[in-house]
């Protein structure tokens, strides 16, 4: 699946212009065939179904 991945609190991974190589590394790490920096979070392709992405329908990102 595609997406853009969270962290632990469920916030996207946040990234800026010209950070596409470290999204590529978080995406890859989680078993995503590749990512991008699609600012301001990062994109990843090929991400197992187990792998949580931002669902705007069911945002759970807190800053706590």
Do not use: Q
């Not at 991008?36 to 990062?42: E, G, I, K």
Request: contains cysteine; charged residues 25%; glycine residues 10%.
């Amino acid at each position: 699946k595609d997406g853009y991945i969270i962290e632990h609190r469920g916030c996207k991974y946040s990234c800026f212009f010209g950070s596409s190589s470290w999204c590529n590394k978080e995406c890859t790490l989680k078993k995503g065939s590749s990512g991008y920096c699609a600012w301001p979070a990062c994109w990843c392709y090929g991400l197992p179904d187990s792998v949580k992405i931002f669902d705007s329908n069911n945002n759970k990102c807190s800053k706590k």
